[in-house]
């Protein structure tokens, strides 16, 4: 999991912070690509969001760090 940015309680994430890049080779919060997580909203592991524009949705970083320690949202 990636740890060198700090996130303030309450901080709000989006699926490019959350999921790494392989393209680009940036880390993301959780090891795994963005077709995986949209698959894991999909399957219900992960709540679907907050619309905050039209194509904008984040999550917070308390329930992606949740995930990433293993623990259910």
């Given at each position: 999991?990636?740890?060198?940015?700090?996130?303030?309680?309450?901080?709000?994430?989006?699926?490019?912070?959350?999921?790494?890049?392989?393209?680009?080779?940036?880390?993301?919060?959780l090891?795994?690509?963005?077709?995986?997580?949209?698959?894991?909203?999909?399957?219900?592991?992960?709540?679907?969001?907050?619309?905050?524009g039209?194509?904008?949705?984040?999550?917070?970083?308390?329930?992606?760090?949740?995930?990433?320690?293993?623990?259910?949202p």
């Open positions: 999991m990636n740890t060198q940015i700090k996130y303030p309680p309450g901080a709000l994430v989006r699926a490019t912070e959350i999921c790494r890049d392989p393209k680009t080779g940036r880390p993301g919060l090891p795994i690509n963005r077709s995986t997580w949209y698959k894991w909203i999909k399957a219900k592991r992960v709540p679907e969001g907050r619309k905050i039209a194509a904008t949705t984040v999550w917070p970083v308390e329930v992606v760090l949740a995930l990433g320690q293993g623990e259910a």
